[in-house]
């Protein structure tokens, strides 16, 4: 049988190698989230290039200047288990029209995407143009319902596209390279906090990152060049 004194020092032992756990788990889980997050801007960058180079995406091309944001989605999976239901995680960028210069991505998901039958496969990348102040400021919320909380509509596809589109986000999708039917009315938009807080370093807010500017990391820089250099 344990002695008193020594059960005593058994049970501080414990206490310490639990604290000890617990403290060391949470650097490991913000490095984790951290790594998500710079992922998902490398390939947000991917994305946004391979739209660039594409002559079919001429709308998006020729009507970047006059958009105030873009939400880029480098994979939009669909789970078909969940009655067709789908979505990804992605960032948002607004335009400063004065520098021509991004912000630094915030991060949101997307949920509840209606796949149709043109798409080539499960999974596809989506760039939506964000148009219109109404958009903005529907983004600054928690959540926003698309079609419910703002219009958007599907852009223009084919060399040479012209349209006059009124909407408050334009939507292009791409499946393994070719056009991809992706039907984003009802899709909800949510702010992905943790990947915001991991990527910055602290609890911060789309507005602090997309308007206040408090915030910033050099792992978008790369991508914040390219964005730029595609209103030349």
Same mark, same amino acid.
């Given at each position: 049988?344990?002695? /008193?004194?020594?059960?005593?020092?058994t049970?501080?032992a414990?206490?310490?190698?639990?604290?000890?756990?617990?403290?060391?788990a949470?650097?490991?889980?913000?490095?984790?989230?951290?790594?998500d997050?710079?992922?998902?801007?490398?390939?947000?960058?991917?994305? #946004?290039?391979?739209?660039m /180079?594409?002559s079919?995406?001429?709308?998006?091309?020729?009507?970047?200047?006059?958009?105030k944001? %873009?939400?880029?989605?480098p994979?939009? %999976?669909?789970? &078909? #288990?969940?009655?067709?239901g789908?979505g +990804?995680? &992605?960032?948002?960028v607004?335009?400063d029209p004065a520098?021509?210069?991004?912000?630094?991505?915030?991060?949101?998901?997307?949920?509840?995407?209606?796949?149709?039958?043109?798409?080539? &496969?499960?999974?596809a990348?989506?760039?939506?143009m964000?148009?219109?102040?109404?958009a903005? !400021?529907?983004?600054?919320?928690?959540?926003a319902?698309?079609?419910? !909380?703002?219009?958007?509509?599907? +852009?223009?596809v084919?060399?040479?596209?012209?349209?006059?589109?009124?909407a408050?986000?334009?939507?292009?999708? /791409?499946?393994? +390279?070719?056009y991809?039917?992706?039907?984003? @009315?009802?899709?909800? %938009?949510?702010?992905?906090?943790?990947?915001?807080?991991?990527?910055? &370093?602290?609890?911060?807010?789309?507005?602090?990152?997309?308007?206040?500017k408090?915030?910033?990391?050099?792992?978008?820089? +790369?991508? /914040? @060049?390219?964005?730029?250099?595609?209103?030349?």
């Amino acid at each position: 049988m344990l002695s /008193r004194k020594m059960l005593c020092t058994t049970i501080i032992a414990a206490v310490v190698l639990s604290a000890w756990v617990m403290t060391a788990a949470v650097p490991v889980l913000a490095a984790s989230d951290a790594d998500d997050a710079q992922a998902i801007v490398d390939k947000a960058r991917v994305t #946004f290039n391979g739209f660039m /180079r594409d002559s079919e995406y001429s709308y998006l091309h020729e009507n970047l200047a006059k958009a105030k944001g %873009l939400l880029i989605y480098p994979q939009v %999976l669909k789970a &078909g #288990f969940i009655l067709g239901g789908s979505g +990804g995680t &992605g960032v948002l960028v607004l335009k400063d029209p004065a520098k021509k210069d991004w912000s630094e991505p915030a991060f949101y998901t997307m949920g509840s995407v209606t796949f149709g039958l043109q798409i080539g &496969g499960e999974a596809a990348e989506v760039i939506m143009m964000v148009m219109t102040q109404k958009a903005v !400021d529907t983004l600054f919320a928690s959540s926003a319902k698309l079609g419910a !909380d703002a219009s958007i509509s599907a +852009g223009p596809v084919g060399t040479g596209a012209k349209a006059n589109i009124v909407a408050d986000f334009i939507s292009f999708a /791409r499946s393994k +390279g070719a056009y991809a039917g992706l039907n984003l @009315e009802g899709s909800v %938009l949510s702010v992905r906090d943790s990947l915001n807080k991991a990527y910055y &370093g602290k609890e911060v807010r789309p507005v602090d990152i997309l308007v206040k500017k408090t915030v910033s990391n050099k792992g978008a820089d +790369g991508f /914040r @060049e390219d964005l730029k250099k595609a209103l030349k």
